[in-house]
């Protein structure tokens, strides 16, 4: 079975454009979850999706949003980039909402110049 | 609100020496505590997890961590590392009800030397 994949692996962008991530869960699997990695420290929580909708929301400014498609797929959309916003995007898929085990992606490596 | 602090950044160690990574944390309420692996432009493994039961956790290649609710910590492990085992390592807690909201310490890079 194919694990969790992201798209890009590796991507940079300029200051003040949009950047779009994406990431497919483990089948079987309805929850998404989003990370933020900035070099040095551990990951940072941005969002979870559970069967299409908002479940958690970490502590980001409005310019990061998501979304969940019906096959469970998600997408997380960082608008008016910034350079600290560098970092290593996580997603994380599990089965359901209560404390069942993480599955996390390779991760997709944003540099903002 | 919760947190954990990993208080070593860096834990050197010579392969076959035992090594302890230590985690502490910071919760309100019941927790669920996690390690987790990162090797070099990788994700994130699951080492080992506590959910409830047994307060001692081991995983499939010889680590193990002990939950201890008394002193709020959830150290690692490993009678003897092996080179392989050269990684970063991060403990995260997330509580009972709280879904799959991980809080994460900034991690410890284990680093094995021959």
């Known amino acids: 079975d194919a694990g969790v994949t992201q798209s890009p692996t590796h991507l940079i962008k300029t200051r003040g454009q949009h950047v779009t991530l994406r990431c497919s869960p483990i089948s079987g699997h309805k929850s998404v979850s989003w990370y933020q990695q900035v070099l040095g420290q551990g990951p940072q929580f941005i969002f979870q999706?559970?069967?299409?909708?908002?479940?958690g929301r970490g502590n980001f400014p409005d310019r990061f949003s998501a979304r969940q498609f019906p096959n469970y797929s998600s997408e997380l959309n960082v608008n008016a980039l910034l350079l600290g916003d560098s970092a290593l995007y996580l997603c994380?898929?599990?089965?359901?909402?209560?404390?069942?085990?993480?599955?996390f992606g390779q991760g997709t490596r944003l540099t903002v110049v | 609100a919760q947190s954990v602090t990993q208080l070593d950044s860096q834990v050197p160690v010579f392969e076959e020496a035992p090594v302890e990574l230590r985690c502490n944390y910071s919760?309100?309420?019941?927790?669920?505590l996690f390690w987790y692996v990162q090797y070099p432009n990788q994700g994130l493994q699951l080492l080992l997890k506590?959910?409830?039961?047994?307060?001692l956790v081991e995983s499939i290649n010889g680590f193990e961590a002990e939950f201890n609710k008394s002193q709020t910590s959830f150290h690692l492990r490993k009678p003897s590392v092996h080179i392989s085992d050269t990684a970063e390592y991060f403990c995260a807690v997330t509580h009972t009800g709280g879904g799959n909201k991980l809080t994460f310490g900034t991690g410890t890079q284990l680093k094995v030397e021959l």
């Open positions: 919760s309100s309420v019941s927790v669920y």
């Open positions: 999706y559970y069967e299409k909708e908002e479940r």
């Open positions: 994380a898929s599990s089965w359901g909402t209560q404390n069942t085990e993480a599955f």
């Open positions: 506590y959910l409830s039961g047994s307060t």
